[in-house]
């Protein structure tokens, strides 16, 4: 059986995908399943390929790929959900900690050489202890920033899919930060009036997918001065960058490394390609991102 790696994948991952044979690239025709990531487009036509018969995509996020085909074609997709949640939410309250203690523009200020004295208000930021968070998307990695935001004596706010939630989280949050996944119920989910619904000098983080954030709206936001700052890992455009974020002080700007860690980024791969020879295998796997597609009905011409 034969397997295409669209991008590199560690040694663990390919480890659990002893003796199929590997291929490099991007093209899947003549074979039986594929390892891709979220930055592969996995469209119709992708999984239209004839003897295809699983994919594994070493991400949690599946907007990169047409779901709705992939039932339709009944393709099981194996995917990372779990292992990453915690090396997430690290970073997500990483961002939630620089932004409020303004630590990029502090790293600039001293790497530029513009630091010559001590002084009593030179960048102040905002406490972060016993102000309000809320949490938009309260998944596994939602839940567990609300864990370690606990650690800090802050009171945590959701919105899932309630009415009125979302709008109380905005109107009440001191730091609002959004995990929801990218759908078309969640692109745009923060446009320029749930912005403007924010606190005065309240702070974003995004974690999840840059298309939930209207990024325009959100350079506004900040450069206006409505916003106190935004911690952001993910982009519209990846990796393009709104130019009114890299020119906004108050930005704090990481290229998509929630998940980038290397204990994380190996459990991740291991994860994804032991699911894929799962699959291979005629075996259902715990990591299932369609289940519906399973049991697999036999004879179906692809
Ligand atoms: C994911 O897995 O979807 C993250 O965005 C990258 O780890």
Redesign the pocket.
């Known amino acids: 059986m034969r397997v295409l790696i669209m991008q590199e994948v560690s040694r663990a991952g390919l480890d659990e995908l002893d003796g199929l044979e590997l291929v490099r690239g991007k093209d899947p025709a003549g074979c039986d399943g594929a390892v891709c990531y ?1 930055i592969d487009r996995i469209d119709e036509a992708f999984l239209s390929t004839p003897g295809l018969r699983g994919l594994a995509t070493v ?3 599946l907007d990169h790929i047409d779901l709705a085909a992939a039932e339709r074609l009944g393709i099981p997709i194996s995917y ?1 959900p779990d292992v ?1 949640t915690e090396a997430t939410a690290d970073l997500t309250f990483a961002l939630l900690l620089g932004a409020a203690r303004r630590m990029g523009e502090g790293e600039r200020y001293l790497r530029e050489g513009r630091w010559t004295e001590w002084s009593f208000d030179l960048l102040l930021g905002t406490d972060v202890h016993g102000k309000t968070l809320g949490i938009i998307g309260p998944g596994r990695i939602g839940r567990a920033v609300a864990r370690r935001a606990e650690g800090f004596g802050m009171r945590v706010l959701y919105a899932g899919r309630e009415p009125g939630e979302l709008d109380r989280v905005l109107s009440e949050s001191d730091f609002v930060a959004v995990t929801v996944p990218l759908s078309d119920a969640t692109r745009h989910l923060i446009g320029p009036e749930q912005l403007a619904r924010m606190k005065h000098g309240a702070i974003l983080v995004n974690t999840s997918r840059g298309p939930v954030v209207d990024e325009a709206a959100l350079a506004d936001a900040l450069n206006s001065g409505h916003l106190g700052g935004a911690g952001l890992d993910v982009f519209e455009h990846e990796p393009q960058v709104h130019p009114g974020l890299l020119a906004c002080e108050r930005a704090l700007l990481v290229p ?1 490394i ?2 980038a860690t290397r204990e994380t980024r190996e459990a ?1 791969a291991r994860t994804a390609c032991r699911g894929l020879a799962q699959i291979l295998r005629g075996e259902r796997p715990p990591n299932l991102a369609n289940p519906q597609v399973w049991p697999l009905e036999t004879g179906v011409s692809r």
Request: glycine letters at 20%; charged letters at 0%; proline letters at 0%.
């Open positions: 979220l991400s949690v996020g990372t990453l998509h929630g998940s991740m």
